[in-house]
């Protein structure tokens, strides 16, 4: 979509970076135009009034000039702040998770309001959910299934055939389950279990109104985020910084966890 000189978008800020002595450069996904870039200037001033609207995950309705080289953003409402998400290191790190892999999957100015709806839904789920590992796999494969990277659950990715409910294997270079017959496809396959398969079908096909409702045990948590970040890596071709970081909270919690007797 064109923009004209000046304009208007509602937007969530992904990323931002000083720039100069005041300012500040902002990655913005807008409902209008996709990922944009811009400057914010003075942003980084006490007495400026953007400063309360351009910080991360915040939702604002920005009005920008085109610029020569960058676009400026000249005005900010703020929408949404989503305060947990701010008062909360967990919350906090598990929001900038779902920043990162979005900006990671999208490009500049292509517009999807699918993602963008998304992305201000997911922010709401991560400030008030209970588990924030299932909201996670929920938004990962929402997210891949707009992007078209969706992983095949239901037939094998290999012979095409109907996959029962059994221990299966999943294909990150194929892009799916195979059936045990089609275990020789892809020899780094990862096994999954019946009840892996199950709940990631469950996600792949529920709204999240139902799917918030889950309570699924550690282990089986555990081996849906390998899985899903084994193949998120394979189709990223990179590693994200807020997945190792979410790590090092874990095994920093787990070291102060008092142990029992």
């Not at 992007?147 to 095949?152: A, D, E, V």
């Not at 799917?211 to 849906?224: A, F, R, S």
Request: hydrophobic fraction near 40%; proline fraction near 3%.
């Amino acid at each position: 979509m064109s923009r004209e000189r000046t304009y208007r978008s509602e937007a969530v800020v992904l990323r931002r970076a000083n720039f100069g002595e005041a300012d500040r450069l902002l990655t913005l996904y807008s409902r209008e135009y996709g990922k944009i870039k811009a400057i914010a200037k003075g942003a980084r001033k006490p007495q400026s009034r953007k400063t309360g609207h351009v910080e991360l995950f915040m939702r604002s309705r920005f009005f920008i000039a085109k610029g020569r080289n960058l676009d400026i953003i000249t005005q900010a409402e703020s929408i949404e702040s989503y305060v947990a998400l701010r008062s909360d290191l967990v919350r906090t790190t598990y929001a900038s998770y779902a920043v990162e892999l979005l900006d990671r999957f999208t490009v500049e100015e292509d517009k999807h309001t699918g993602i963008y709806d998304l992305l201000v839904n997911a922010l709401g789920w991560f400030a008030t959910a209970g588990s924030l590992l299932l909201t996670a796999r929920y938004y990962e494969l929402r997210l891949l299934a707009l992007t078209g990277f969706h992983p095949r659950l239901f037939q094998c990715v290999s012979c095409n055939e109907v996959i029962e409910e059994q221990d299966q294997f999943f294909s990150a270079q194929l892009g799916g389950l195979l059936c045990p017959d089609c275990r020789h496809a892809d020899r780094d396959a990862l096994p999954v279990t019946a009840v892996a398969v199950k709940v990631l079908r469950y996600l792949q096909t529920r709204p999240w109104d139902v799917v918030q409702h889950l309570q699924l045990k550690g282990p089986l948590q555990q081996e849906l985020e390998r899985l899903m970040h084994v193949y998120l890596k394979y189709t990223l071709e990179r590693d994200l910084k807020s997945v190792d970081f979410l790590h090092r909270l874990r095994r920093e919690a787990e070291l102060f966890t008092p142990s029992e007797d």
